[in-house]
């Protein structure tokens, strides 16, 4: 089945997911054993500037912002339509600042599609931030307000500023990502080799409504690569009857060629089965490979950007993605030397 148009991707950017469409480097079992390592790596599909792409249902593909090359491959649990696991994918309307979350919701169905839709929207309203934190505030503030429900989630999102060649990340309450780093062919935690500061809790959100979110920083270089990934990864049953664990998907990970990005994540899932590990939850896994840093998008882009978002303003669209108001942040968009920040 041929992979999706841009148009339908677009057009499902703003519902709460992705079609569930099988791509041809997809899969439709939930048992590893019987996924097959494609031969040919997909086509890059790019992100617009303004444009927010993601969703709760089945996807296999590669995406492309600048400076960085974004992999998605998500499963629903028992080939389900939908699933629990959140993704999404964001430009800003200068194409310098992407952002990239995964979120795993508790629950599933129509419950977790309206989530969906709601952390669209606030990636949608703080696209144009730098900084990440006041997005993953107010995400918590939403899954505070449905604590009664006993909804919560744990999340990851990470920005990529592409002036910079740096990646942000805050986490709340998820797995820990691991970071490839090109240089040295070596894999490890992201958690243990970015300095947090002290007293941060960054518990799963919906929890505690005053809980206090904070990020730290990688700086990346072209082939650097950073994968993110949900629970069932770590908590998969191994043939001896024990959870893989973080450790264990971290072994699995120092027997991967790093040099091959656009196929990592299908080896990944093989040798997860070689290994004798059944799937047994949702499953995503997002990969981002750095192609150093990037001025972002061009001028016909950027241009086009910023009369898409005065038209939205003056139709009073609601949820309207208001800039940071920083020197890096709006200097940087008319004067490259402007973007560099005062890093702490």
């Known amino acids: ?67 960085m090359d974004v992999f998605v491959y998500a499963l629903p649990f028992e080939n389900s339509l939908a699933g629990g696991d959140v993704h999404f994918v964001s430009s800003c309307g200068s194409g310098r600042i992407a952002r990239l979350m995964i979120a795993d919701v508790s629950g599933h169905g129509d419950v977790v599609a309206g989530l969906a839709r709601t952390l669209r929207d606030l990636m949608r309203r703080y696209m144009n931030h730098i900084d990440q934190r006041t997005l993953v505030m107010r995400m918590n503030e939403r899954f505070t307000e449905l604590s009664e429900t006993g909804r919560f989630a744990t999340a990851i999102v990470m920005t990529y500023y592409s002036p910079e060649g740096v990646l942000s990340l805050c986490n709340a309450g998820h797995p820990p990502p691991l970071l490839y780093r090109a240089r040295t062919k070596s894999w490890e935690f992201v958690d243990s080799v970015g300095a947090m500061p002290e007293g941060v809790s960054n518990i799963p ?16 270089e072209a082939g650097d690569l950073v994968l993110a990934y949900t629970d069932s990864l770590v908590e998969a049953q191994q043939r001896d009857g024990t959870l893989l664990d973080a450790e264990g998907l971290l072994t699995i ?29 949702d499953t995503t896994v997002v990969l981002a490979r750095s192609h150093g840093k990037s001025p972002g998008a061009n001028f016909a882009k950027r241009l086009w950007a910023n009369l ?34 005062k890093r702490r």
């Open 1 to 67: 089945m041929p992979r999706p148009a841009r148009s339908d991707l677009r057009r499902c950017s703003y519902t709460c997911g992705i079609r569930a469409e099988r791509t041809p480097y997809g899969y439709d079992r939930t048992d590893v054993s019987d996924l097959a390592v494609p031969t040919s790596p997909p086509s890059a599909t790019s992100i617009a500037c303004l444009e927010v792409w993601g969703g709760n249902e089945p996807i296999d593909t590669r995406l492309s912002v600048p400076g």
């Open 205 to 220: 959100l919906g929890i505690l409504a005053d809980a206090g979110y904070e990020q730290f920083e990688l700086d990346l």
């Open 253 to 281: 990970a120092r027997t991967l060629d790093g040099a091959q990005p656009e196929h990592l994540v299908h080896h990944l899932l093989a040798k997860l089965a070689v290994a004798g590990v059944k799937l047994a939850d």
């Open 308 to 341: 898409r978002w005065v038209g939205q303003l003056l139709t009073f669209r609601r949820n309207m993605p208001w800039p940071e108001f920083t020197l890096a942040n709006l200097g940087g968009m008319i004067i490259p030397g402007l973007s560099k920040r």
